[in-house]
């Protein structure tokens, strides 16, 4: 797989572990730190989808309740 290098810093202890996490599970470091951002990355595109559609449910509520005040002015 070409792509593209990320860096960054960890403590020695988060490093540690997610060496030996990813040693457990039979993978390279590298590989489980991509399917750890990766996952982390989905979660937080869904949570960012879910605040937008209650956003939006909250002023389509507020849209129908308008129309519903309007319809009811008699003149429907």
């Not at 750890?36 to 595109?45: D, G, Y």
């Amino acid at each position: 797989m070409q792509g593209t290098t990320l860096s960054c810093r960890a403590e020695e202890d988060l490093a540690d572990q997610t060496r030996a996490i990813a040693k457990a599970l039979g993978q390279k470091t590298s590989d489980y730190v991509r399917d750890a951002v990766r996952e982390k990355n989905e979660r937080e595109m869904a949570a960012r989808i879910a605040m937008l559609s209650r956003k939006l449910r909250k002023k389509n509520l507020e849209s129908y309740k308008t129309m519903d005040t309007l319809a009811a002015d008699g003149l429907d």
